[in-house]
T-cell receptor, first 107, second 115 residues
Framework: QKEVEQDPGPLSVPEGAIVSLNCTYS??????FMWYRQYSRKGPELLMY????GNKEDGRFTAQVDKSSKYISLFIRDSQPSDSATYLC???????FGAGTRLTVKP | GAGVSQTPSNKVTEKGKYVELRCDPI?????LYWYRQSLGQGPEFLIY????????DSGLPNDRFFAVRPEGSVSTLKIQRTERGDSAVYLC?????????????FGPGTRLTVT
């Protein structure tokens, strides 16, 4: 079993939609989680990170961790075509990435 | 300032050949990481350097893979006797002292094709 599982999608939404991207993890010792965005043929770039349980908001992005269910979410409000990319999650403790979810936002 | 750079951007080699991939981290970053990414997959961890030493090399798939960072800056990933299954994008990342394994800044990658 991989330490982080992520639905690879692809996920396609219309512009302006609210997007929910999710990961599950197996190791209850993980405290910090990172979200990276990767455009096609580019390296991943850090979007945001969150600690333990609760929400963290940054502009149109909200990261949420539910430790009881070992579930991590990234919400994108008012999605834009420029948000089209692959979104990767990883625990900060070991940086083992999930498979990534490919998102397309259609104008 | 300059980000992480990787050279070459593309490398095509024949099965059985030896290749070297280079990573120049962000100036002052003491931690350096190598990942391998296959199509449709997330980056797969290979090795992590803190300074000159490999702090975690548990991701190296076999002894054909080796990485060095002799002066604590530039790193070279070396692959011997390449196989077609080694074809992937090899990503390098760096992070500053004290930030742990997170907040990594990635380079654009080297696309390796083994024919």
């Amino acid at each position: 079993q991989k330490e982080v599982e992520q639905d690879p999608g692809p996920l396609s939404v219309p512009e302006g939609a609210i997007v929910s991207l999710n990961c599950t993890y197996s190791n209850s010792a993980f405290q910090y989680f990172m979200w990276y965005r990767q455009y096609s043929r580019k390296g991943p770039e850090l979007l945001m990170y969150t600690y333990s349980s609760g929400n963290k908001e940054d502009g149109r992005f909200t990261a949420q961790v539910d430790k009881s269910s070992k579930y991590i979410s990234l919400f994108i409000r008012d999605s834009q075509p420029s948000d089209s990319a692959t979104y990767l999650c990883a625990p900060k403790e070991n940086m083992r990435f999930g498979a990534g979810t490919r998102l397309t936002v259609k104008p | 300032g300059a980000g992480v750079s990787q050279t070459p951007s593309n490398k095509v080699t024949e099965k059985g050949k030896y290749v070297e991939l280079r990573c120049d981290p962000i100036s002052g970053h003491t931690a350096l990481y190598w990942y391998r990414q296959s199509l449709g997959q997330g980056p797969e961890f290979l090795i992590y350097f803190q300074g000159t030493g490999a702090a975690d090399d548990s991701g190296l798939p076999n002894d054909r893979f080796f990485a060095v960072r002799p002066e604590g800056s530039v790193s070279t990933l070396k692959i011997q006797r390449t196989e077609r299954g080694d074809s992937a994008v090899y990503l390098c990342a760096s992070s500053a002292t004290g930030t742990g394994r997170g907040e990594q800044y990635f380079g654009p990658g080297t696309r390796l094709t083994v024919t």
